[in-house]
């Protein structure tokens, strides 16, 4: 019993950890059988939801709700001077989640209501979990968290009320609204993370220094995100959508452009995290586009963001979490630079399925394109999830 115990104190040392080590294997699981079902080589684990329903929920509610709490969890300590989550009430996150996965990979063993039950508890233990502490946290800002995650607690319930119900479009608006949810988290958390980075990577290349931050600014790109998601969830005119998302693209061009991200190109992290930002540009940009005049297909946005801005960003903040919690220099070797590459590439993959061929093999090779980075990020860094740290050797704010 001690040394089991010994062996898991590094792993429940830290959010990151088992999140990462977790969440990294099961988005390749997901996408592997998601475009085996694709190819009619086996079918979903669910005989009463469809593919795209499926896929869909396992990679917002599963896959990225798991690499996004790491993140999170592991930022707020430094950020928002919280305690660390660690420990009991870590194992008991993390079973959390395990036990949703394992509900909704039960498939006919487990009745649909009891899956729905399983697998929404997930969001509202991380709000009990952090809400004390967030509470008292010095800097108010930090309670939008909560929010956040109450929000998508309610589009993960919509999504399995609309299953329930056989609600093509209810569950379809639970998964939209997840995605939105995503969205604010990206905003507010990449668009304190980037620009500290950034400035931190111009410094030391004496380059310049970090943009300073403009409340009004910031308030602005998420209250536009708010809007947006407002008028595509209760079903506004397409011209009041197509607006709103062509403000999205310009506040928040505005925003990115004064961080400098192009004087870092050699900065792989640093140009990893503005390369999701112009992705998010051009979903807000895809979307703006669809409902104004009908130019490109309405779901070409939500891979622009999914694919490219989302596994971008994890691609860069994983690989510097990773690094540098366990006490190594956050530089990205030259197989996380290559999985940039190919990120990049399945994102562009997946837009070119969505607008000009979305039956044919460029949806298979978007996904083992995507597949391709998160396997090398596993390769290299699962070793270290679940090793002790090293002593630290640097020093700049933790992500």
């Not at 089991?4 to 959010?15: F, G, I, N, Q, V």
């Not at 690499?67 to 969890?73: A, E, K, T």
Request: hydrophobic fraction near 60%; proline fraction near 6%; charge should be positive.
């Amino acid at each position: 019993m001690n040394r089991l115990r010994e062996r898991l104190a590094p792993l429940l040392s830290s959010a990151f950890r088992p999140f990462y080590l977790l969440g990294v294997p099961y988005g390749l699981a997901v996408m592997a059988v998601s475009i085996g079902a694709w190819l009619g080589l086996w079918h979903t684990p669910l005989a009463d939801v469809s593919l795209r329903q499926w896929h869909g929920h396992e990679m917002l509610f599963g896959f990225a709700a798991a690499i996004v709490v790491g993140i999170v969890l592991t930022a707020l300590p430094s950020w928002a001077h919280t305690p660390e989550v660690r420990g009991t009430p870590l194992a008991l996150l993390v079973a959390v989640w395990l036990a949703g996965r394992l509900a909704i990979w039960a498939g006919g063993w487990l009745a649909a209501p009891w899956r729905a039950v399983i697998d929404v508890a997930f969001f509202p233990a991380v709000f009990v979990v952090v809400a004390p502490s967030l509470l008292r946290a010095s800097n108010r800002l930090y309670l939008l968290l909560l929010p956040i995650l109450l929000a998508l607690f309610g589009a993960n319930l919509a999504w399995h009320l609309g299953m329930l119900a056989a609600d093509e479009h209810l569950a379809t608006a639970g998964l939209r609204a997840g995605i939105y949810g995503l969205i604010v988290i990206y905003v507010l958390k990449g668009g304190v993370l980037t620009p500290v980075f950034t400035g931190n990577a111009l410094r030391q290349a004496g380059r310049g220094d970090q943009a300073p931050f403009v409340m009004a600014l910031d308030v602005a790109a998420v209250a536009v995100v708010v809007v947006l998601a407002w008028l595509d969830l209760s079903g506004a005119p397409a011209r009041w959508t197509g607006a709103a998302a062509l403000a999205c693209a310009l506040v928040h061009a505005w925003r990115v452009a004064r961080w400098k991200g192009w004087r870092a190109p050699d900065v792989s992290l640093v140009s990893g995290m503005h390369l999701g930002f112009a992705w998010l540009l051009l979903a807000f940009a895809l979307k703006a586009a669809a409902g104004l005049g009908g130019l490109v297909p309405e779901p070409a946005w939500v891979h622009a963001f999914t694919v490219g801005s989302l596994g971008m960003m994890m691609l860069a903040l994983m690989t510097r979490v990773v690094l540098r919690h366990t006490g190594r220099t956050p530089v990205a070797p030259r197989a996380i630079r290559i999985g940039f590459a190919l990120m990049f590439l399945a994102a562009l993959a997946r837009l070119a399925a969505n607008v000009y061929a979305p039956g044919s093999g460029l949806v298979a090779l978007a996904a083992l394109l995507w597949l391709a980075p998160f396997a090398i990020y596993f390769a290299l860094y699962a070793g270290m999830l679940a090793a002790p740290s090293l002593p630290r050797q640097v020093r700049e704010p933790l992500p």
